[in-house]
């Protein structure tokens, strides 16, 4: 089973909203990620978790804040967003981190509009 | 520094035929994974194929090989008698931090 899923699909928000994405997977894997995905574009790493602890920030501003309260979940909380962060936000997970033959198996994604 | 390049621009195939999506990439690291990865317009980003830098098969799954040529630094993915779900947008990437090109746009028509 290479399944990782993500809630909601879909999310609307205003900039002054505070919302939460979640990203969960039960294939033992202990590195999980997230990106941010804009229309035609590839991904962009956001954060990564490496045995439940960040391993990887790739200067995210502040108003993104990720949380991976064991090894089967991660969620992001999303605070004061703008217009611009507006994308296709994807969750992925491997075996380890940073392993030259490691897969990374993606969530099909949630799908944000700020408004 | 790791890089992917994905120059085609969009790509169509007739239903049945084969397609092959070019690949090059760079890297100074010695053990490297090579990835493809197909997404539909729903966004779900698929894994397809692996091919390590050490292996030397190249790799195949189903429909999908891939043309792995070292000292060239190309690694292309074939994808033998297109099928009309094939339409999607398709992602070389590397590991060890996943590298991802810009991708290439497939259509098949029926």
């Known amino acids: 089973d290479t399944e990782v899923t993500q809630t909601p699909k879909h999310l609307v928000m205003g900039m002054t909203n505070k919302k939460s994405l979640k990203c969960e997977q039960h294939m033992g894997h202990r590195a999980m990620y997230w990106y941010k995905q804009k229309a035609k574009k590839p991904p962009e790493l956001m954060f990564v978790y490496s045995y439940e602890k960040l391993s990887i920030n790739e200067s995210v501003p502040s108003r993104f804040s990720p949380e991976c309260p064991n090894s089967s979940l991660l969620n992001l909380h999303l605070h004061a967003l703008q217009p611009e962060d507006s994308a296709l936000y994807l969750c992925a997970s491997s075996l380890q981190l940073a392993g030259a033959r490691d897969t990374q198996y993606f969530g099909p994604g949630t799908r944000l509009t700020v408004l | 520094a790791q890089k992917i390049t994905q120059t085609q621009p969009g790509m169509f195939v007739q239903e049945k035929e084969a397609v092959t999506l070019d690949c090059t990439y760079d890297?100074?690291?010695?053990?490297?994974?090579l990835f493809w990865y197909k997404q539909p317009s729903s966004g779900e980003m698929i894994f397809l194929i692996y091919q390590g830098s050490y292996d030397e098969q190249n790799a195949t799954e189903g429909r999908y090989s891939l043309n792995f040529q070292k000292a060239r630094k190309s690694a292309n993915l074939v994808i033998s008698a297109s099928q009309l779900g094939d339409s999607a947008m398709y992602f070389c990437?590397?590991?060890?931090?996943?590298?991802f090109g810009k991708g290439i746009t497939l259509s098949v028509r029926p």
């Open positions: 990437a590397m590991s060890v931090k996943l590298t």
């Open positions: 890297t100074s690291d010695q053990s490297y994974g």
